[in-house]
T-cell receptor, first 114, second 113 residues
Framework: GQSLEQPSEVTAVEGAIVQINCTYQ??????LSWYQQHDGGAPTFLSY????GLEETGRFSSFLSRSDSYGYLLLQELQMKDSASYFC???????????????FGRGTSLIVHP | EAQVTQNPRYLITVTGKKLTVTCSQN?????MSWYRQDPGLGLRQIYY???????DKGDVPEGYKVSRKEKRNFPLILESPSPNQTSLYFC????????????FGPGTRLTVL
């Protein structure tokens, strides 16, 4: 099977930088994704890492280390609107025929204070 | 506008009364899936479909059925709902292009009394 661990809650102040970590255990690992979900809303895709290293998209960056089974989401210049839940998800080849079943972590609630 | 739609958005029903939650996407995506979200448990996959007439179980399929007769639609069927199926349900679709970009519907909040 597979499992993901991420902190349940992180707090920070506006303008700061915050890092949300995700460690995973899985077989047939293909990649790590991050999603953002505001309260009561639909999850929205943020980033995907299949290879080691840092991917930058504006204020958000995502990092992956396959050898350490570890990744993180980095949010810079925090804004109040960044208060949301953030989920990491692994893409794991589980069955034959090209079936991919993504597994989501339990989510990290980010609270941004003024 | 590219989107995934779900209906109904909110539903209160009673135990044992069959219901269907519809899901439709207009992006010509091959891959579609259903998730349920419960407090503290994140998103858990119920069923997924790789293409028309191809469906398979996710992590929590018990008590649910799906069908994929057309590429754009992927309804979720609860034949005999029970209170433990009270949850927030999301439908999602993706190209299956290797980037794992999933597009989620707005969610259906289901309460089974």
């Amino acid at each position: 099977g597979q499992s993901l661990e991420q902190p349940s809650e992180v707090t920070a102040v506006e303008g700061a930088i915050v890092q949300i970590n995700c460690t995973y255990q899985t077989s047939g690992f293909y990649g790590l994704s991050w999603y953002q979900q505001h309260d009561g809303g639909a999850p929205t895709f943020l980033s995907y890492n299949a290879l080691d290293g840092l991917e930058e998209t504006g204020r958000f960056s995502s990092f992956l280390s396959r050898s350490d089974s570890y990744g993180y989401l980095l949010l810079q210049e925090l804004q109040m609107k960044d208060s949301a839940s953030y989920f990491c998800a692994v893409r794991d080849y589980q069955r034959s025929g090209g079936s991919y079943i993504p597994t989501f972590g339990r989510g990290t609630s980010l609270i941004v204070h003024p | 506008e590219a989107q995934v739609t779900q209906n109904p958005r909110y539903l209160i029903t009673v135990t044992g009364k069959k219901l269907t939650v519809t899901c439709s996407q207009n992006m010509n995506h091959e891959y579609m899936s259903w998730y349920r979200q419960d407090p503290g448990l994140g998103l858990r996959q119920i069923y997924y479909s790789m293409n028309v007439e191809v469906t398979d179980k996710g992590d929590v399929p018990e008590g649910y059925k799906v069908s994929r007769k057309e590429k754009r639609n992927f309804p979720l069927i609860l034949e005999s709902p029970s209170p433990n199926q009270t949850s927030l349900y999301f439908c999602a679709s993706s190209l299956g292009d290797g980037t794992d970009t999933q597009y989620f519907g707005p969610g259906t909040r289901l309460t089974v009394l």
